[in-house]
């Protein structure tokens, strides 16, 4: 599976857009990119996955480059609860989920 | 809808005490994982089950961990003896189809916390 690169943290206003951006210059055409995040104390949770389109669903949208080497989650309006650590994941036909350090998000009031 | 429900939440015991973490999956799903998660190795997969068949164990630590699932809706991780390293967050995580693929997401319990004095 492609390596993928986020920032290490980030800071967001609550009731702002939260913008997470990730990198993944070496993915291949059947990789899908996912966004997992993991609130302390809680086991990883799936946010939202997509191939070459935009998606998006009652959590949030996933943005894709049209060369599909970058994306961008986007939380429409976060608030306090979406302080996690968020992962991007590019995944073909492997089974095994890689998480990397991903990007620590603090909402702050 | 009912998530993957993992017990116990919290798990204290001695070394050299048989361990036994329980999993039970997102029903309709038949694939199932367990996963270890440490701060210095991340989320590592133990083993992975595909309609109730261990289909791939390698990353089993060693012969003191087993894992089964006697039907669609229940499996258990067990640890026997067990040791201080093998302190952990253990995770069970359910998906639908065969789990290979980009398609189907894994979902994942709570985990169980276990510590080994």
């Given at each position: 599976?492609?390596?993928?690169?986020?920032p290490?943290?980030?800071?967001?206003?609550?009731g702002?857009?939260?913008?997470?951006?990730?990198?993944?210059?070496?993915?291949?055409?059947?990789?899908y990119?996912?966004?997992?995040?993991?609130?302390?104390?809680?086991?990883?949770?799936?946010?939202i996955?997509?191939?070459?389109?935009?998606?998006?669903?009652?959590?949030?949208?996933?943005?894709?480059?049209?060369?599909?080497?970058?994306?961008?989650?986007?939380?429409?309006?976060?608030?306090?609860?979406?302080?996690?650590?968020?992962?991007?994941?590019?995944?073909?036909g492997?089974?095994?989920?890689?998480f990397?350090?991903?990007?620590?998000?603090?909402?702050?009031? | 809808?009912?998530?993957?429900i993992?017990?116990?939440?919290?798990?204290?015991?001695?070394?050299?005490?048989?361990?036994?973490?329980?999993?039970?999956?997102?029903?309709?799903?038949?694939?199932?994982?367990?996963?270890?998660?440490?701060?210095?190795?991340?989320?590592?997969?133990?083993?992975?089950?595909?309609?109730?068949?261990?289909?791939?164990?390698?990353?089993?630590?060693?012969?003191?961990?087993?894992?089964?699932?006697?039907?669609?809706?229940?499996?258990?991780?067990?640890?026997?003896?067990?040791?201080?390293?093998?302190?952990?967050?253990?995770?069970c995580?359910?998906?639908?189809?065969?789990?290979?693929?980009?398609?189907?997401?894994?979902?994942?319990?709570?985990?169980?916390?276990?510590?080994?004095?």
């Amino acid at each position: 599976d492609a390596k993928t690169t986020q920032p290490p943290s980030m800071d967001c206003a609550e009731g702002r857009a939260a913008n997470l951006p990730c990198n993944h210059s070496t993915i291949s055409g059947n990789e899908y990119v996912y966004w997992y995040r993991q609130i302390h104390s809680q086991g990883p949770q799936y946010i939202i996955h997509g191939l070459k389109n935009n998606e998006t669903n009652e959590m949030a949208s996933l943005i894709i480059t049209e060369d599909r080497k970058s994306s961008t989650l986007i939380l429409p309006h976060a608030t306090l609860r979406d302080t996690a650590v968020y992962y991007c994941i590019v995944r073909g036909g492997d089974y095994k989920l890689s998480f990397g350090a991903g990007t620590t998000v603090t909402v702050r009031a | 809808d009912a998530g993957v429900i993992q017990s116990p939440r919290h798990e204290v015991t001695e070394m050299g005490q048989e361990v036994t973490l329980r999993c039970k999956p997102i029903s309709g799903h038949n694939s199932l994982f367990w996963y270890r998660q440490t701060m210095m190795r991340g989320l590592e997969l133990l083993i992975y089950f595909n309609n109730n068949v261990p289909i791939d164990d390698s990353g089993m630590p060693e012969d003191r961990f087993s894992a089964k699932m006697p039907n669609a809706s229940f499996s258990t991780l067990k640890i026997q003896p067990s040791e201080p390293r093998d302190s952990a967050v253990y995770f069970c995580a359910s998906s639908r189809g065969t789990g290979t693929g980009g398609t189907q997401p894994q979902h994942f319990g709570d985990g169980t916390r276990l510590s080994i004095l």
